[in-house]
């Protein structure tokens, strides 16, 4: 047998171990008031969290079985006693989330083909100059606010590849290659709090209030997150200076002589209109309050400009993160159901029988949330937790729905904790120990600093 085979064969046993867990604790939690449509999707969330946690298919992959069951299940009068209008679950890619993500990746794409994110590392690295300290520092703070567009990952990906010949020359031993190898990460996932668009569980907290009839502007959501992600950054670089960056020695930047900018008339006029696009888009999200245009709205602006001026074309469209829209998606799907059917309610009632203080269960589900995002996606981890703080605390529902999306973003104590670490893991240069010091020091003060935050100015 060879390795695909292997391979494929693991995934099978995964997916129906996950399938027997699932049915087996389905069965087990089961009350006998539950309706059929509660069973079933006790039973999807419990399959999903399974499919999740052992990767046994792709993320993208347990969103579309999420819809497809829930549409098969919940509206089939054979199976269900009392089948339901199963629109609202197959249409949440039309969500207002989907299409503010996708006004993001639209400008991110753009910004990839027209250079001009390379074009702001470039200038990073330039005016920070060649003391290792005042570079770590410049690094992490561009990396930080351009994840506040741009996927973290793809930001990740383009600072490492930026500074790639700099972290050879550096070699594996050195302490400032590893700063900068963990910093990187740190700052994208902290910079992704930011902005409803820099990360899906933001997206998904914004979607969740919606349904609620709580609106989040975009810059309602920046009084919250970018402080938070401001300080979670600036302690993390005092913190990786202070371990990793005893030298002094300055820099060598010869590297940067070598990268070559195309100056054609066609580039350099793709490049000004990206630019304002990226303004006058940024412009509108900020300025929500004053002239009313729905955020999800203004996404049209990048959509069908870049489109019509030819900056973005078929092909360019093709490679969007779609996958991530269909990962929303059923995520959205699920948080519906779950809500609809009385499940989260039901249990939710059970919990709130405990009597416990309300800080104590949002920091519960806070650090739960961050510990839970740590060995699978953070987009799941809110998916789930998200709508269970809202039911349990339907007096602090914006309180909640914020804390746990900006907890699930302070995941960086493994490898696989998140793909900013894994892309920093990928050069070889990394053991799997050096991220537990950006993984104590995100994952612990992440959680704090969103409650606090977010309490103080409700």
Same mark, same amino acid.
């Given at each position: 047998?060879?390795?695909?085979?292997?391979?494929? &064969?693991?995934?099978?046993?995964?997916?129906?171990?996950?399938?027997?867990?699932?049915?087996?604790?389905?069965?087990?939690?089961?009350?006998?008031?539950?309706?059929?449509?509660?069973?079933?999707?006790?039973?999807?969330?419990?399959?999903?969290?399974?499919? /999740?946690?052992?990767?046994?298919?792709?993320?993208?992959?347990?969103?579309?079985? *999420?819809?497809?069951?829930?549409?098969?299940? &919940?509206?089939?009068?054979?199976?269900?006693?009392?089948?339901?209008?199963?629109?609202?679950?197959?249409?949440?890619?039309?969500?207002?989330?989907? @299409?503010?993500?996708?006004?993001?990746?639209?400008?991110?794409?753009? $910004?990839?083909?027209?250079?001009?994110?390379?074009?702001?590392?470039?200038? =990073?690295?330039?005016?920070?100059?060649?003391?290792?300290?005042?570079? &770590?520092?410049?690094?992490?703070?561009?990396?930080?606010?351009?994840?506040?567009?741009?996927?973290?990952?793809?930001? =990740?990906?383009?600072?490492?590849?930026?500074?790639?010949?700099?972290?050879?020359?550096?070699?594996?031993?050195?302490?400032?290659?590893?700063?900068?190898?963990?910093?990187?990460?740190?700052?994208?996932?902290? +910079?992704?709090?930011?902005?409803?668009?820099?990360?899906?569980?933001?997206?998904?907290?914004?979607?969740?209030?919606?349904?609620?009839?709580?609106?989040?502007?975009?810059?309602?959501?920046?009084?919250?997150?970018?402080?938070?992600?401001?300080?979670?950054?600036?302690?993390?670089?005092?913190?990786? *200076?202070?371990?990793?960056?005893?030298?002094?020695?300055?820099?060598?930047?010869?590297?940067?002589?070598?990268?070559?900018?195309?100056?054609?008339?066609?580039?350099?006029?793709?490049?000004?209109?990206?630019?304002?696009?990226?303004?006058?888009?940024?412009?509108? @999200?900020?300025?929500?309050? /004053?002239?009313?245009?729905?955020?999800?709205?203004?996404?049209?602006?990048?959509?069908?400009?870049? =489109?019509?001026?030819?900056?973005?074309?078929?092909?360019?469209?093709?490679?969007?993160? /779609?996958?991530?829209?269909?990962?929303?998606?059923?995520?959205?799907?699920?948080?519906?159901?779950?809500?609809?059917?009385?499940?989260?309610?039901?249990?939710?009632?059970?919990?709130?029988?405990?009597?416990?203080?309300?800080?104590?269960?949002?920091?519960?589900?806070?650090?739960?949330?961050?510990?839970?995002?740590?060995?699978?996606?953070?987009?799941?981890?809110?998916?789930? $937790?998200?709508?269970? +703080?809202?039911?349990?605390?339907?007096?602090?529902?914006?309180?909640?729905?914020?804390?746990?999306?900006?907890?699930?973003?302070?995941?960086?104590?493994?490898?696989?904790?998140?793909?900013?670490?894994?892309?920093?893991?990928?050069?070889?240069?990394?053991?799997?120990?050096?991220?537990?010091?950006? +993984?104590?020091?995100?994952?612990?003060?992440?959680?704090?600093?969103?409650?606090? /935050?977010?309490?103080?100015? =409700?």
């Amino acid at each position: 047998m060879d390795e695909f085979d292997k391979g494929r &064969l693991k995934r099978i046993v995964k997916f129906l171990l996950a399938l027997l867990v699932a049915a087996g604790i389905a069965f087990l939690m089961k009350e006998p008031g539950f309706t059929d449509s509660q069973v079933y999707v006790l039973f999807l969330l419990l399959f999903a969290i399974g499919l /999740w946690l052992t990767e046994a298919i792709p993320a993208f992959a347990v969103s579309l079985f *999420i819809i497809a069951f829930l549409v098969f299940s &919940l509206g089939n009068g054979h199976f269900n006693s009392e089948p339901e209008n199963i629109e609202k679950y197959a249409q949440t890619f039309s969500s207002s989330v989907i @299409w503010l993500m996708l006004g993001g990746f639209f400008l991110a794409a753009a $910004m990839t083909k027209t250079e001009l994110d390379q074009a702001l590392f470039r200038f =990073t690295l330039r005016i920070s100059g060649r003391n290792p300290r005042n570079l &770590l520092i410049g690094l992490m703070l561009t990396t930080m606010v351009a994840s506040m567009l741009m996927s973290n990952t793809a930001t =990740t990906a383009m600072v490492i590849a930026a500074i790639m010949p700099l972290l050879m020359s550096l070699g594996r031993g050195s302490g400032f290659a590893k700063a900068l190898l963990l910093g990187i990460p740190i700052a994208a996932a902290t +910079g992704g709090m930011g902005t409803i668009i820099g990360t899906p569980p933001n997206a998904i907290a914004v979607g969740a209030l919606e349904n609620a009839g709580i609106s989040i502007d975009f810059i309602d959501w920046m009084k919250y997150g970018l402080p938070i992600a401001f300080l979670l950054t600036a302690i993390s670089c005092l913190v990786l *200076i202070t371990v990793f960056v005893k030298d002094r020695t300055p820099i060598s930047l010869a590297f940067l002589e070598d990268q070559k900018v195309d100056r054609s008339r066609e580039f350099v006029r793709q490049r000004r209109i990206v630019v304002g696009v990226i303004i006058v888009t940024v412009g509108l @999200w900020l300025t929500t309050s /004053w002239h009313g245009v729905a955020v999800a709205a203004v996404c049209a602006v990048p959509l069908v400009v870049l =489109t019509l001026t030819r900056v973005l074309e078929g092909k360019d469209i093709q490679g969007l993160p /779609w996958d991530t829209l269909l990962l929303v998606a059923g995520g959205l799907s699920l948080g519906l159901a779950l809500e609809n059917t009385g499940l989260l309610s039901h249990y939710a009632h059970k919990l709130i029988a405990m009597e416990m203080n309300s800080i104590v269960l949002i920091s519960i589900l806070a650090f739960m949330t961050m510990l839970v995002s740590n060995i699978m996606s953070n987009t799941a981890a809110s998916t789930v $937790m998200i709508p269970l +703080g809202m039911a349990i605390l339907p007096g602090f529902r914006t309180e909640v729905a914020l804390i746990v999306a900006l907890s699930a973003s302070s995941a960086m104590f493994l490898p696989v904790s998140s793909p900013p670490n894994a892309i920093a893991f990928s050069t070889g240069l990394l053991e799997q120990r050096d991220f537990r010091i950006g +993984g104590i020091i995100v994952g612990l003060l992440g959680p704090l600093l969103a409650i606090l /935050w977010v309490v103080l100015i =409700t």
